[in-house]
């Protein structure tokens, strides 16, 4: 369900990008790698192991947001290559994904 709200909130960026040069249609849905890779490594023990570090999910989800907001009306209107930045913004979403796993602290539940 959290995908489909972000992907909601960034289809104006999308659609915006879209219309000023060729996107991927993985920029709609751009926090679903970091998500995977988030509960490939909370299922795998790794990091804090805690039900209320699904915090992590919704700081994903904000970044997703900013960071692709960033991207269409800052980066690509410097780089002007939006497919190469879509890709750069999923990697770094995956970064911080798996920092979050590393850095993350047992929260009280």
Do not use: H
């Not at 990008?17 to 023990?45: D, H, Y």
């Not at 410097?78 to 913004?89: D, G, V």
């Amino acid at each position: 369900m959290l995908l489909l709200i972000v992907g909601a909130i960034c289809a104006p960026a999308y659609f915006f990008s879209r219309r000023n040069g060729e996107e991927t249609k993985w920029f709609l849905v751009a926090a679903l790698p970091s998500i995977i890779l988030w509960i490939g490594l909370t299922g795998s023990g790794y990091g804090a192991q805690s039900l209320s570090n699904l915090i992590e999910v919704i700081w994903l989800m904000i970044a997703t947001v900013i960071l692709s907001y960033l991207k269409v009306f800052i980066i690509d209107r410097k780089a002007n290559k939006p497919k190469q930045s879509t890709y750069t913004m999923i990697a770094l979403l995956a970064i911080g994904a798996f920092l979050l796993r590393t850095f993350m602290p047992v929260l009280p539940e």
